[in-house]
């Protein structure tokens, strides 16, 4: 990332923790504070690039790049945005997709997916320009309904959270039927386990042993 962006991410996030602690949230004094802390300090746990090992002990390396967009639109009541952009394995495409981080209930936060309504930008050579990313809205993409995880923040400083009810997020990926998604997130380093299922309960992809330990290599 860029040093200026990198520089004015941060700035964005510690803007925003700071409105939502002191002056009840981005949007306006009038709103609740309390929920809105945790969704920045997420984000800014999310940020980044990094990279990961097979837990199974193949020969596979993940990589994954996690950048905000529409800085100038970040609202912690009505989501923080950030665009995602996975490698499964050498060679493999990219997998992209956009993330809208919001407040929950109970403290937690929800992190909504979405993807792009231009299949072109869904799977890639190499990540998408931010550029081009910047230009586009959420009419520009899809949510995937069934497929939100909350996170809870633990005492140990951890985001931990997972697809709920199981099944809920239908994905034909390589013969499944729905993927389930496990994730602890940390400052520095994200567990990251995504399994797909056919409706019989049959595991057809991802890890068995664990989810894949992604640790953070920029900001």
């Known amino acids: 990332m860029p040093r200026q962006r990198a520089i004015n991410v941060r700035a964005a996030l510690a803007a925003c923790t700071v ?4 002056a009840a949230g981005c949007a306006g004094a009038d709103r609740q504070a309390a929920p ?6 997420l984000a800014a746990y999310m940020s980044g690039g990094f990279v990961a090992d097979d837990p199974d002990g193949g020969d596979a390396r993940v990589r994954l790049r996690i950048e905000p967009v529409h800085l100038d639109r970040w609202d ?8 995602v952009a996975l490698q499964p394995e050498a060679d493999a495409p990219w997998l992209q997709a956009f993330y809208r981080v919001v407040p929950g209930a109970d403290g937690r936060v ?22 081009r990313i910047e230009r586009l809205s959420l009419d520009d993409m899809q949510r995937l309904e069934g497929c939100d995880i909350p996170f809870e923040l633990g005492a140990d400083g951890r ?28 400052p520095n380093t994200m567990v ?9 309960g049959e595991a057809v992809w991802g890890p068995e042993s664990g989810g894949y330990v992604l640790e953070r290599r920029e900001r």
Request: glycine share 8%.
């Open 19 to 22: 409105c939502a602690v002191f």
């Open 36 to 41: 809105a802390a945790p969704t920045a300090r």
């Open 76 to 83: 912690l009541h009505e989501g923080l945005r950030m665009f």
């Open 110 to 131: 929800i992190v909504e997916s979405w993807r792009f309504r231009d299949d072109a930008l869904n799977a890639v050579g190499s990540p998408t320009p931010l550029s």
């Open 159 to 186: 985001f931990t959270g997972e697809h709920s009810p199981r099944g809920a997020c239908r994905n034909s990926y390589r013969g499944a039927d729905y993927v389930w998604a496990s994730k602890i997130i940390e």
């Open 192 to 200: 990251w386990w995504e399994r797909g299922y056919t409706d019989d």
